[in-house]
T-cell receptor, first 113, second 111 residues
Framework: NAGVMQNPRHLVRRRGQEARLRCSPM?????VYWYRQLPEEGLKFMVY????????ESGMPKERFSAEFPKEGPSILRIQQVVRGDSAAYFC???????????FGSGTQLSVL | SQQGEEDPQALSIQEGENATMNCSYK?????LQWYRQNSGRGLVHLIL?????REKHSGRLRVTLDTSKKSSSLLITASRAADTASYFC???????????FGTGTRLTIIP
């Protein structure tokens, strides 16, 4: 059973471009979470999704950021018109229904030039 | 606001010694979890303790929870070089099945 898969591992974008981060949860996991981590800091919650539904997006900036978890395919975190402050590691985690434990991917390191 | 605050922020000990990290939180919880993060990698779940439990063991790990003080501690006994990592506590106080993470303790084991 493969773990949580995130790609790309590293993503470089220029200011104003769009960044798309992908996350394939573990098989059988219906819950997906996105977190952001700045250097030397903890993880900050961004959004929690179930298939085709956004359950909690209280940690998502109101503008430029969006997330989806379609019926088929990976979850996507999309950042439009990136700025230097978006540079961070973005982690996806998944869990099966009813589980309190999260399984994390290896993250996507976004660098905005 | 950050729910969990770990201390110390950084800890260096000799291999074979015990390492203790602490976590404080602000609001009521159903459970508290500890995760480990190796440099450049995702977090790995270590142990979960429920609000009605006071202590839990898993291998060389011992976790305590004091809900009256809103604090938890993680003890790693007989440390090894491979234990070098950052350790985070996480609580479910944020609701909606999401975890809120602390700021972490960077543990370095000196061979």
């Amino acid at each position: 059973n493969a773990g949580v898969m995130q790609n790309p591992r590293h993503l470089v974008r220029r200011r104003g471009q769009e960044a798309r981060l992908r996350c394939s949860p573990m098989k059988g996991h219906s819950h997906v979470y996105w977190y952001r981590q700045l250097p030397e800091e903890g993880l900050k919650f961004m959004v929690y999704l179930q298939k085709e539904n956004i359950i909690d997006e209280s940690g998502m900036p109101k503008e430029r950021f969006s997330a989806e978890f379609p019926k088929e395919g990976p979850s996507i975190l999309r950042i439009q018109q990136v700025v230097r402050g978006d540079s961070a590691a973005y982690f996806c985690a998944s869990s099966p229904r009813g589980s309190e434990k999260l399984f994390f991917g290896s993250g996507t390191q976004l660098s905005v030039l | 606001s950050q729910q969990g605050e770990e201390d110390p922020q950084a800890l260096s000990i000799q291999e074979g010694e015990n390492a203790t990290m602490n976590c404080s939180y602000k609001t009521s919880i159903n459970n508290l979890q500890w995760y480990r993060q190796n440099s450049g990698r995702g977090l790995v779940h270590l142990i979960l303790i429920r609000s009605n439990e006071r202590e839990k063991h898993s291998g060389r790990l011992r976790v305590t929870l004091d809900t009256s003080k809103k604090s938890s501690s993680l003890l790693i006994t007989a440390s090894r070089a491979a234990d070098t990592a950052s350790y985070f506590c996480a609580t479910d106080a944020g609701g909606n099945e999401k975890l809120t993470f602390g700021t972490g303790t960077r543990l370095t084991i000196i061979p």
